[in-house]
Protein backbone atom coordinates (compact mmCIF):
# COMPACT_ATOMS: atom_id res chain seq x y z
CA UNK A 1 0.00 0.00 0.00
CA UNK A 2 1.92 3.44 -1.26
CA UNK A 3 2.12 5.89 0.89
CA UNK A 4 0.63 9.95 0.48
CA UNK A 5 2.55 10.39 -3.23
CA UNK A 6 3.55 13.89 -3.44
CA UNK A 7 5.09 15.62 -7.07
CA UNK A 8 7.72 17.39 -7.83
CA UNK A 9 9.80 16.73 -4.83
CA UNK A 10 11.60 19.72 -5.54
CA UNK A 11 10.88 22.89 -7.74
CA UNK A 12 12.31 25.49 -8.70
CA UNK A 13 10.53 28.56 -10.20
CA UNK A 14 11.16 32.28 -11.30
CA UNK A 15 8.79 35.43 -10.01
CA UNK A 16 5.85 35.83 -11.42
CA UNK A 17 5.64 31.76 -12.84
CA UNK A 18 3.30 29.23 -11.79
CA UNK A 19 3.76 26.10 -9.21
CA UNK A 20 1.91 23.42 -9.58
CA UNK A 21 2.02 20.89 -6.79
CA UNK A 22 0.46 17.08 -6.81
CA UNK A 23 -0.63 15.26 -4.09
CA UNK A 24 -2.10 11.47 -4.53
CA UNK A 25 -3.88 10.08 -0.99
CA UNK A 26 -3.20 6.77 0.20
CA UNK A 27 -5.23 3.89 -1.56
CA UNK A 28 -9.12 4.20 0.09
CA UNK A 29 -8.18 7.92 1.72
CA UNK A 30 -10.79 10.41 0.25
CA UNK A 31 -9.82 13.44 2.56
CA UNK A 32 -6.81 15.55 1.68
CA UNK A 33 -4.91 17.89 3.88
CA UNK A 34 -2.12 20.69 2.24
CA UNK A 35 -0.09 22.24 5.16
CA UNK A 36 3.11 24.55 4.25
CA UNK A 37 6.41 24.57 6.29
CA UNK A 38 8.77 27.72 6.15
CA UNK A 39 12.28 27.05 7.02
CA UNK A 40 12.88 26.17 10.64
CA UNK A 41 9.10 26.75 12.18
CA UNK A 42 6.42 24.32 11.95
CA UNK A 43 3.45 22.81 10.01
CA UNK A 44 1.10 25.87 9.15
CA UNK A 45 -2.69 24.39 7.91
CA UNK A 46 -3.98 25.47 4.13
CA UNK A 47 -6.52 23.78 3.08
CA UNK A 48 -9.07 20.61 3.36
CA UNK A 49 -10.45 18.77 0.65
CA UNK A 50 -12.58 16.02 0.01
CA UNK A 51 -12.89 14.50 -3.47
CA UNK A 52 -14.37 17.63 -5.79
CA UNK A 53 -15.15 19.98 -2.58
CA UNK A 54 -13.34 22.21 -0.57
CA UNK A 55 -14.53 21.79 3.21
CA UNK A 56 -11.44 24.26 5.01
CA UNK A 57 -9.48 26.37 3.28
CA UNK A 58 -9.27 29.14 6.25
CA UNK A 59 -5.21 28.47 5.70
CA UNK A 60 -5.18 29.74 2.59
CA UNK A 61 -3.51 33.04 1.58
CA UNK A 62 -6.52 35.25 0.05
CA UNK A 63 -4.82 35.51 -3.32
CA UNK A 64 -2.55 33.35 -6.26
CA UNK A 65 -3.21 30.35 -4.18
CA UNK A 66 -5.91 27.88 -5.16
CA UNK A 67 -6.30 23.76 -4.41
CA UNK A 68 -8.43 21.41 -6.09
CA UNK A 69 -8.93 17.07 -5.87
CA UNK A 70 -11.00 16.00 -8.42
CA UNK A 71 -13.11 13.54 -8.96
CA UNK A 72 -10.82 11.79 -10.83
CA UNK A 73 -6.36 12.04 -9.87
CA UNK A 74 -4.21 14.05 -7.38
CA UNK A 75 -4.84 17.39 -5.95
CA UNK A 76 -3.21 19.77 -6.79
CA UNK A 77 -1.78 22.85 -4.83
CA UNK A 78 -1.32 26.15 -7.33
CA UNK A 79 0.81 28.70 -6.46
CA UNK A 80 0.09 32.05 -9.49
CA UNK A 81 2.86 34.51 -9.91
CA UNK A 82 5.03 33.00 -7.20
CA UNK A 83 6.70 35.41 -4.84
CA UNK A 84 10.16 34.80 -2.86
CA UNK A 85 8.15 34.17 0.32
CA UNK A 86 6.34 31.30 -1.20
CA UNK A 87 9.63 29.52 -0.98
CA UNK A 88 9.11 26.60 1.26
CA UNK A 89 8.00 22.91 1.79
CA UNK A 90 4.83 21.77 0.80
CA UNK A 91 3.37 19.19 2.40
CA UNK A 92 0.12 16.92 1.74
CA UNK A 93 -1.69 14.60 4.49
CA UNK A 94 -4.35 12.25 3.64
CA UNK A 95 -6.81 10.37 5.96
CA UNK A 96 -9.59 7.58 5.22
CA UNK A 97 -12.35 9.80 7.09
CA UNK A 98 -12.89 13.38 9.00
CA UNK A 99 -13.11 11.38 12.03
CA UNK A 100 -9.76 9.22 11.86
CA UNK A 101 -7.30 10.78 14.38
CA UNK A 102 -4.40 10.20 12.39
CA UNK A 103 -3.55 11.66 8.93
CA UNK A 104 -0.74 10.35 6.93
CA UNK A 105 1.80 12.62 5.45
CA UNK A 106 3.80 12.78 2.30
CA UNK A 107 7.46 13.39 1.46
CA UNK A 108 6.69 17.05 0.86
CA UNK A 109 7.54 19.54 -2.23
CA UNK A 110 9.78 21.88 -1.95
CA UNK A 111 9.76 25.34 -3.98
CA UNK A 112 12.32 27.58 -3.95
CA UNK A 113 11.49 30.78 -5.85
CA UNK A 114 14.48 32.83 -7.12
CA UNK B 1 -1.43 32.15 16.67
CA UNK B 2 0.27 29.41 17.15
CA UNK B 3 -1.43 26.59 19.31
CA UNK B 4 1.78 24.49 20.13
CA UNK B 5 4.98 25.91 21.29
CA UNK B 6 7.83 23.13 22.10
CA UNK B 7 11.05 23.50 24.09
CA UNK B 8 13.83 23.78 23.72
CA UNK B 9 14.57 24.79 20.34
CA UNK B 10 17.26 23.02 20.58
CA UNK B 11 18.64 19.95 22.12
CA UNK B 12 22.03 18.03 21.76
CA UNK B 13 22.65 14.99 24.09
CA UNK B 14 24.85 11.62 23.55
CA UNK B 15 23.97 8.24 22.47
CA UNK B 16 22.04 6.32 25.50
CA UNK B 17 20.73 9.32 27.13
CA UNK B 18 17.28 10.43 27.65
CA UNK B 19 15.48 13.13 25.76
CA UNK B 20 12.91 14.89 26.81
CA UNK B 21 10.47 17.94 24.87
CA UNK B 22 8.21 19.82 26.16
CA UNK B 23 5.09 21.32 24.29
CA UNK B 24 2.66 23.59 25.56
CA UNK B 25 -0.61 24.77 23.71
CA UNK B 26 -3.57 27.79 24.49
CA UNK B 27 -6.73 26.06 24.05
CA UNK B 28 -8.69 23.07 25.21
CA UNK B 29 -8.03 19.98 22.86
CA UNK B 30 -9.76 16.66 21.75
CA UNK B 31 -6.04 14.99 21.54
CA UNK B 32 -2.50 15.58 20.63
CA UNK B 33 -0.03 14.05 18.71
CA UNK B 34 3.88 13.91 18.21
CA UNK B 35 5.79 13.64 14.74
CA UNK B 36 9.32 13.62 14.00
CA UNK B 37 10.59 15.15 10.62
CA UNK B 38 13.93 13.79 9.69
CA UNK B 39 15.84 16.51 7.16
CA UNK B 40 14.35 17.04 4.01
CA UNK B 41 11.58 14.41 4.23
CA UNK B 42 8.11 14.14 5.45
CA UNK B 43 6.39 13.80 9.07
CA UNK B 44 5.74 10.73 10.75
CA UNK B 45 3.45 9.96 13.17
CA UNK B 46 4.76 8.75 16.78
CA UNK B 47 2.53 8.98 18.69
CA UNK B 48 -1.28 9.99 19.96
CA UNK B 49 -2.78 10.69 23.49
CA UNK B 50 -6.46 11.95 24.13
CA UNK B 51 -7.33 14.91 26.24
CA UNK B 52 -8.89 11.72 28.84
CA UNK B 53 -5.25 9.92 28.80
CA UNK B 54 -2.65 11.31 30.95
CA UNK B 55 0.13 9.42 30.03
CA UNK B 56 0.79 6.66 26.95
CA UNK B 57 4.05 4.42 25.90
CA UNK B 58 4.99 3.73 22.54
CA UNK B 59 8.46 1.45 22.70
CA UNK B 60 11.14 3.87 24.05
CA UNK B 61 8.74 6.72 23.90
CA UNK B 62 6.92 8.44 26.47
CA UNK B 63 3.93 10.81 26.28
CA UNK B 64 2.50 12.97 28.97
CA UNK B 65 -0.64 15.10 29.13
CA UNK B 66 -1.28 17.51 31.54
CA UNK B 67 -4.75 19.41 30.39
CA UNK B 68 -4.41 21.70 33.38
CA UNK B 69 -0.83 22.81 32.71
CA UNK B 70 -2.13 22.71 28.46
CA UNK B 71 1.13 21.28 28.39
CA UNK B 72 2.44 18.25 26.90
CA UNK B 73 6.08 16.15 27.07
CA UNK B 74 8.21 13.65 24.93
CA UNK B 75 10.75 11.18 26.51
CA UNK B 76 13.00 9.14 24.33
CA UNK B 77 14.75 6.67 26.71
CA UNK B 78 18.19 5.09 25.54
CA UNK B 79 18.37 7.63 22.28
CA UNK B 80 20.15 6.52 19.45
CA UNK B 81 21.96 8.62 16.73
CA UNK B 82 19.06 7.16 14.26
CA UNK B 83 16.72 9.52 16.86
CA UNK B 84 18.26 12.54 15.83
CA UNK B 85 15.35 14.59 13.58
CA UNK B 86 13.08 17.78 14.30
CA UNK B 87 10.31 16.61 16.80
CA UNK B 88 6.78 18.41 16.58
CA UNK B 89 3.99 18.58 18.58
CA UNK B 90 0.75 18.92 17.09
CA UNK B 91 -2.97 19.38 18.75
CA UNK B 92 -6.81 18.82 17.20
CA UNK B 93 -9.04 20.96 19.00
CA UNK B 94 -12.16 18.25 18.40
CA UNK B 95 -13.43 15.22 17.29
CA UNK B 96 -14.12 16.38 14.18
CA UNK B 97 -11.62 18.90 13.70
CA UNK B 98 -9.32 18.78 10.39
CA UNK B 99 -6.35 21.40 10.99
CA UNK B 100 -3.84 19.73 13.04
CA UNK B 101 -2.30 22.42 14.95
CA UNK B 102 1.79 22.46 15.21
CA UNK B 103 4.42 23.79 17.44
CA UNK B 104 7.50 25.19 15.81
CA UNK B 105 9.23 22.34 17.04
CA UNK B 106 12.67 20.97 19.08
CA UNK B 107 15.68 20.00 16.90
CA UNK B 108 17.16 17.13 18.15
CA UNK B 109 20.70 15.58 18.11
CA UNK B 110 21.82 12.79 19.08
CA UNK B 111 25.92 12.46 19.20
CA UNK B 112 27.61 8.80 19.02
Known amino acids: NAGVMQNPRHLVRRRGQEARLRCSPM?????VYWYRQLPEEGLKFMVY????????ESGMPKERFSAEFPKEGPSILRIQQVVRGDSAAYFCASSPSRQLYTIYFGEGSWLTVV | SQQGEEDPQALSIQEGENATMNCSYKTSINNLQWYRQNSGRGLVHLILIRSNEREKHSGRLRVTLDTSKKSSSLLITASRAADTASYFC????????????FGAGTILRVKS
Open chain 1, 27 to 31: KGHSH
Open chain 1, 49 to 56: LQKENIID
Open chain 2, 90 to 101: ATRTDEYGNKLV
